[in-house]
């Protein structure tokens, strides 16, 4: 049995201590830290059977039978406490992204280079039902070469302008897990980006220098073109749909629903609006990831998500920012690192 701390104890860490909890074979969360640990969070992680509830995460990092930490805390602190976490010796998972600062990662890269433990990225949407029957056609050569890859995400709605000015854009916050799913999908990584994006749902947030509306399209190294299409608010709910297309044919999949239900009478033909928020349409994928590490961790294996995976949604983002700041196509091999 492994066991588990969860480092951080706000919405992504509470989502991974349930899912644990009650997804995930083989591993227990013995402990969550959080430095603004309070009553209701020590009453929640009571009820999950959570032993320990600390305010300062080096008591998890200090437990010997501690197997593994997932670092759910803040963005800005990821890098930090996952080095931490390696020269204690307890397997890591990351969630997305490893850091903002690519100088931070590669101090993660050069620390993993002196340790055997394993180290995942939490990129869940690779996890869900959806997205692997479209990896597994891809793979299984259903459609031929790839040609093009479609990625739509639109969030039912913005995020506050306080939450946009330390998020680190939209690029790095949101698009972050499309860039993933296009590497994923295309099984390439991406050569060159062209992004166009505008501030068309919340004028506030062009006033802290992001956008909220956004096209990218990519140059893949296998030959690949692919296109996302992203939007902070799709007033019908939660927007999640790709394609591939290529020689043979084309996969795709269809947003998440209630119910496959539709009404057709005389007034028209109706069916259900996507699944509103992000937690209903992903949380089985959470555990999904989580379970795949521990079975790594357990089997010795290799993680579905390694530190190099991570890196190219990041490299990715911030090629995208460069070409929407100088309105020009940025190849990834500018990005320095």
Known sequence: MIKIGIIGAGRIGKVH?????????????????????NADTEKWAKELGILHCYSDYHQILDDPEIDAVMVCSSTDTHADISIEAIRA?????????????????????EELKKSNVKFQVGFNRRFDHNFRAVKSAVEAGKVGDVHLIKVTARD??????????????????????????????????????????????????????????????MKMENGAIAVIDNSRQAVYGYDQRAEVFGSK??????????????????????????????????????SREVSEFVDAVVNNSEVPVDINAGLQPILIAVAAKKSLDENRPVKISEIQF
């Open 249 to 286: 044919g084309q996969v795709a999949v269809a947003n998440d629903t209630g119910s496959t239900a539709v009404l057709s009478t005389v007034d028209g033909i109706t069916g259900e609006k996507p699944l509103y928020f992000f937690l209903e349409r992903y949380m089985e994928s959470f």
């Open 17 to 37: 201590g349930e899912g644990v909890t009650y997804g995930v074979k083989n591993a227990v969360v013995k402990a969550i830290a959080d430095p603004y640990m």
């Open 89 to 109: 010796g307890k397997h890591v998972f990351c969630e997305k992204p490893i850091s903002q600062d690519l100088n931070k990662i590669k101090e993660v890269m």
């Open 156 to 217: 039912p709605e913005a995020p506050p302008v306080e939450y946009v000015k330390t998020s680190g854009g939209m690029f790095l916050d949101m698009t972050i897990h499309d860039f993933d799913m296009v590497c994923f999908l295309s099984g390439s990584k991406v050569n060159e980006v062209y992004a166009a994006g505008a501030a068309l749902v919340n004028p506030d947030i062009a006033k802290v220098g992001d956008i909220d509306t956004a096209i990218i399209t």
